[in-house]
């Protein structure tokens, strides 16, 4: 692992996620480094040569003076990184950031692999409303390890669990689902009494993690590789559009919210969880018209 400490001229990146104002990274690179983490983008407009989750820069930048300025804003924390990769321990840039912010009437929404966040949490209760959002994709921790360096399952719904009890906002991403392998109705049972949020989102491949990902599921479950192929090298969408009814049915059976819209996370919810869709939406009605 190359570890280096940089200064950066602001923490704070304006963001053109539908979700976020902000976005808040406090390192460069990820050392979860998920094989199909579609962050390694960053890479290019980094310079680092090396691969993906193998390289850390440790940020460090000018102290925020006025949080108040940003009062009324959203801001997210882990949008090309995660903030509780097990380095922050050690440099805990993230919550040198929540220290910094403290104060402001933000919209905080976290994202993360890991239940170090939990060492925050007398920050985070500081924030009117904060979200924090645990990406899931298995239940299968043999899985997990394949494709991640990351905290186990197990530990991530614990957490969710501290948190819900705690009366802090919660989600279950489930993310990326992964064609055949990622059973979104047996994590749904396990997570729902814990979350106010379901996300949804479909395994995209592009880029370089594509042949990463397909050479996978050839090595060691090419029982599903005509469906990938389908999927990634046909554009078939009838995977998505046969899961999208199941997930309606499943949200009808257990009388759950269940939207197909970018925002309404932020509403004030407490008891049953939304579902909210991010499967490529507009294909799929579309192909679904057909
Ligand atoms: S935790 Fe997120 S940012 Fe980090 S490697 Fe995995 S997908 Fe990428």
Redesign the pocket.
């Known amino acids: 692992m190359i570890i280096k400490e940089i200064n950066v001229k602001n923490i704070l990146t304006k963001s053109n996620l539908p979700i976020a104002g902000y976005s808040i990274n406090p390192y460069v690179g990820?050392t979860?480094?998920?094989k199909y983490?579609y962050?390694n983008f960053m890479k290019r407009f980094t310079n680092h040569k090396e691969d993906w989750?193998t390289f850390l820069d440790v940020k460090y930048w000018p102290k925020i003076s006025n949080p108040h300025k940003y009062d009324g804003s959203t801001m997210i924390i882990g949008s090309?990184?995660?903030g509780y990769i097990p380095q922050e321990s050690k440099y805990k840039r993230t919550r040198q950031f929540l220290e910094e912010i403290k104060g402001a009437n933000i919209n905080l929404i976290i994202t993360t692999?890991s239940d170090l966040v939990l060492r925050d949490l007398d920050l985070i209760k500081t924030f009117p409303n904060p979200l924090i959002a645990w990406s899931i994709n298995t239940l299968d921790e043999n899985f997990k390890m394949q494709m991640?360096k990351?905290t186990s399952i197990a530990r991530r719904i614990e957490a969710m669990k501290i948190c819900h009890n705690l009366n802090i906002r919660t989600t279950c991403f489930i993310s990326p689902i992964f064609p055949g392998i990622t059973n979104v109705f047996e994590i749904m049972d396990k997570i729902k009494d814990y979350v106010d949020y379901i996300w949804l989102e479909n395994l995209n491949l592009r880029g370089d993690f594509k042949v990463k990902i397909m050479e996978y599921i050839k090595s060691n479950k090419s029982d599903l590789l005509p469906l990938y192929e389908s999927i990634y090298n046909k554009g078939d969408m009838s995977y998505w559009i046969k899961l999208d009814k199941e997930v309606k049915e499943y949200a009808f059976k257990n009388s759950l919210e269940y939207v197909i819209d970018k925002e309404p996370f932020l509403k004030e919810v407490r008891g049953k969880p939304i579902i909210i869709n991010y499967f490529y939406h507009s294909d799929i009605k579309q192909s679904a018209k057909k």
Do not use: I, Y
Request: charged content about 25%; overall charge negative.
């Open positions: 990820c979860h480094a998920c983490c962050a989750g090309v990184t995660d692999k991640e990351t």
